[in-house]
Each structure stands twice: as C-alpha cells, then as structure tokens.
C-alpha cells in the first residue's frame, strides 16, 4: 500500500479461522500477512505438552533469516551470521503436534459445537453479552468469553465478577479471566495512554469478560449443569 506498511499477524488463539475478503477471496488466519505468529502453549487451540510457537512466511528470504535467528543465529553449526537465540521446537512437542494437526479442523468443530450450546442456552440471559459471530469470519473458540453487565449490588463490575467466579467454583465451575490488566495499566505502556479517558473500551472490558469452560471433550451433561448454575446464579443478582 501507499505506506509500505507489513502486516504481522498474531494467531495464537484463531489457528482454523478464516477471513472472507470482500472480492470474496478466503483465506486461514496467520496466511494474510508477511509472517504468521502462533502459539502451542497447552492452553491454545493447536497445543504441544509446554512452552512452543512458530513463524510463518510465504518469503523464502525472511524464513530462511528466521531460521537463523531461532538457532543461535546460524546457518551452519559454530557460524553465526546473526546474532540469534535459542528458539528451536524439540522433537517430543513437533511429533505431538505433527499429530494434532491432522485433526485441528475436528478439533475446531468440537469447539464450534460446544459455543452454539452455550448461545442457545445463555441466549435469554440477559445479564450477559455473548461473543458476536460475522458473516466473514469463522470463529474457533478459542475461549468463549462473556461480558457481564453492571448490578446495582456491586459498585463496579469487577466485584461482582468475582463473586460470581467464587459461587460457581463452590459449585464445581471453573472459570477464568483472561489478561485482567489492560497495555495502558502496565508500567512498560503507560506512555501509551496519552489522554485521560482514553481506551476506556480495554479498561472496560478488563473488568466485566469472564471466560466459560470450553473444550473439545465437553459433554452435553457437562454443558447443560454450567448453564443452569450460571443463569441461576445471575438471576441472584437480577440487574
């Protein structure tokens, strides 16, 4: 473009999404851009046993200085070219996800599953916005993750949050919250937050998102008893 901007993509959460384009084109996530970044934590939707990740490219040059950097910055073992790190995947998470790949579309159904469940269940709760969907995007359920709206029982929505994820766990729920602290918060990118007010969205959203239980094992026994829990429990603190 006019501004010889290049996009890196972060797709540790979306591996298996897809992106319509107005002409119609389609593409994966972590395709769109020069690289694609990814995670394997367990915790991601395609996932080895601990710590993994990998970079994406279409251009033979960058992967090839990639390649380098990830292994001490050489090419040829005792020559560095570059000055690299440490960052090779070893054997034992490549062979898990060499195999989890053949089923990462099964996987991403399973989960797109168990997300209809929860909107067809959570549909007239209407203490909680759930996840939009888009006609141009598919979504993989990396999380699914609810905003709860104000109650007059709590001066902010963070407290009764946490209240919330106390009455559910006394009743075998598990939930979480998922990056509580938004960039602004953090000291290494106050500078960001040049107004005051502003990114009030993130602050927001920071107090009030809380993430259900998902994953490809889930029951519809399972699904169905956090359902009823939640809803009773939000009928509790009726707004």
């Not at 251009?59 to 950097?69: P, T």
């Amino acid at each position: 473009g006019m501004y010889h901007l290049h996009v890196i993509e972060d797709n540790a959460q979306s591996v298996g999404a897809e992106y319509t384009f107005p002409d119609g084109q389609v593409k994966k996530t972590g395709t769109m851009g020069v690289i694609g970044t990814t995670s394997f934590f367990p915790s991601k939707p395609l996932a080895c046993f601990g710590d993994g990740g990998a970079l994406m490219t279409s251009d033979e040059s960058l992967a090839k200085r990639i390649r380098m950097i990830a292994n001490h910055g050489q090419e040829v073992k005792y020559h560095h070219k570059l000055i690299g790190c440490n960052s090779r995947l070893d054997t034992l998470h490549a062979a898990v996800l060499d195999v989890k790949l053949k089923y990462i579309d099964e996987f991403t159904k399973a989960r797109q599953v168990v997300a209809r469940r929860y909107d067809e269940g959570l549909a007239s709760c209407e203490q909680l916005i759930l996840p939009k969907k888009s006609d141009f995007s598919t979504h993989v359920y990396h999380q699914y993750t609810v905003q709860l709206k104000p109650v007059p029982e709590y001066s902010d929505t963070a407290k009764h949050r946490e209240a919330l994820q106390v009455a559910l766990k006394e009743k075998g729920i598990p939930t979480m919250v998922y990056y509580p602290v938004p960039l602004q918060a953090q000291d290494a990118y106050k500078w960001m937050a040049r107004t005051p007010g502003s990114m009030e969205t993130a602050a927001r959203l920071s107090n009030c998102v809380l993430s259900l239980p998902i994953h490809t094992e889930m029951t519809v026994e399972e699904q169905e008893y956090i359902i009823d829990v939640l809803v009773k429990e939000l009928e509790n603190r009726k707004i």
